[in-house]
């Protein structure tokens, strides 16, 4: 079945350092794929998609682009910020199907002063 | 424009009760599925509902149910609560059945003694 793999946590880093946050799936056809954010006590936020392969979506100076040869959609950020500290779930979806999302298992973030 | 609302925030129930849970979608948004999400499982799919109607089901037993009325809202019910039911429980809307663009709301936190 579909699977998406996340990095362990948790991920601690500086203010303004480089964040990477790896994440590859497993699917059978082609799906979208998506990076959401989960702030203490709240739901999920949207923080970018891509719908094909090749595509990068952004938000915010996050980036991740979709790599069919590697199946992976690995999130970056350029300089990070402590309000950036949460939980980031990598997921899948198929489109047209259901909006059933697959998710990762989450890659807590804490970012320091 | 009001997100997605879940009532209640917080629930305490004991083993064999049951619950209902509440969400209101966007205005407009006509999709609404439910997530459950637990430290061990991660976040899983339960239902989705479109036009009242259950259009996509995941893993979960029947004890977990729901419906969706005429304004969009919906609600789940959980039948002879276990301790394992505890989680978050997350709703989300879209515009249309398999959305992409999915919105959570806060979630309802079920803690079951």
């Known amino acids: 079945g579909d699977s998406v793999t996340q990095m362990e946590g948790p991920v601690t880093l500086s203010e303004e350092a480089f964040l990477t946050i790896n994440c590859t799936y497993t699917a059978t056809g082609y799906p979208s794929l998506f990076w959401y954010v989960q702030y203490p006590g709240e739901g999920l936020q949207l923080l970018l998609k891509?719908?094909?392969?090749?595509d990068k979506g952004s938000n915010k100076g996050f980036e991740a682009t979709y790599r069919k040869e590697t199946t992976s959609f690995h999130l970056e950020k350029g300089s990070v910020q402590v309000s950036d500290s949460a939980v980031y779930f990598c997921a899948l979806k198929y489109t047209g199907t259901a909006s059933k999302l697959t998710f990762g298992t989450g890659t807590r973030l804490q970012v320091t002063l | 424009k009001a997100g997605v609302t879940q009532t209640p925030r917080y629930l305490i129930k004991t083993r064999g009760q049951q619950v209902t849970l509440s969400c209101s979608p966007i205005?407009?948004?006509?999709?609404v599925s439910w997530y459950q999400q637990t430290p061990g499982q991660g976040l899983q799919f339960l239902f989705e509902y479109f036009s009242e109607t259950q259009r996509n089901k995941g893993n979960f037993p029947g004890r977990f149910s729901g419906r969706q009325f005429s304004n969009s809202r919906s609600e789940m019910n959980v039948s002879t609560l276990e301790l394992g039911d505890s989680a978050l429980y997350l709703c989300a809307s879209s515009l249309e059945l398999a959305g992409n663009e999915q919105f959570f709301g806060p979630g309802t936190r079920l803690t079951v003694l």
């Open positions: 891509a719908t094909k392969a090749d």
């Open positions: 205005s407009g948004h006509r999709s």
